[in-house]
């Protein structure tokens, strides 16, 4: 039986090592582009699966409510992943693969935002989601793991993280929520 106390530090230790070589550029260009999708009244779609999905759920309610704490309205956000019945139905009239894209092209608009969690870059429905995306014209952003997968070069900026550990890549996920989310209580747009 492997020693809890060891295998805890290994994991922190190999996240601090991911995070000290990440480039944090896209960060800042997706915390950018959610600022002006917040100013313009524009909307934020989110997608994932398995852990990702939940990571998207909670990364919407965070942009809705915790961006203005209740004082001025949040960002319009969307998690594609939390209405059972939607993805249940698309799953199995036109396929798992297109459980985002099809709400992507009755939802999306030109300008809107698509944020793809992916710990491998490679699932179906996320390479289909942004590419629905990329032709509505809405801006898309991918945060990963692992190689980055054909989700790397699909989304228009992606934030890889190239770590071969699905719960690593997940962590990420949230720690860049959570950054973004921070950066935009910071100052947010005039409301009245």
């Known amino acids: 039986m492997h020693d809890p106390n060891e ?14 070589q990440q480039d944090l550029s896209g960060v800042a260009e997706l915390a ?6 917040w100013n313009s009244g524009k909307r934020v779609y989110l997608c994932g699966n ?3 999905a939940a990571n ?3 990364i919407a309610n965070d942009l809705l409510y915790g961006v203005g ?25 036109v396929g798992y693969d ?23 870059g490679n699932s179906p429905n996320i390479l289909k989601a942004l590419q629905t995306a990329r032709e509505i014209r809405m801006r ?12 790397l070069n699909l989304a228009d900026v992606s934030v890889h ?14 720690l860049v929520g959570h950054m973004v989310m921070r950066w935009l209580c910071m100052d947010p747009p005039a409301r009245g």
């Open 98 to 120: 297109s459980v985002f894209s099809k709400q992507l092209e009755v939802l999306g608009e030109p300008g809107d935002v698509l944020i793809a969690l992916s710990g491998s």
């Open 140 to 151: 898309t952003f991918a945060i990963l793991g692992y190689s980055g997968g054909k989700a």
């Open 69 to 93: 704490k209740g004082k001025i309205p949040g960002i319009k956000v969307i998690a594609l992943t939390a209405d059972s019945s939607i993805l249940t139905c698309l799953a199995n009239d």
């Open 32 to 37: 950018s582009a959610l600022l002006e999708t």
């Open 161 to 174: 993280f190239a770590i071969d550990d699905m719960q690593i890549a997940e962590d990420m996920q949230l």
């Open 56 to 58: 998207a759920m909670h």
């Open 7 to 20: 295998f805890f530090q290994s994991y922190i230790g190999r996240t601090q090592a991911l995070l000290a």
């Open 50 to 52: 398995g852990g990702s």
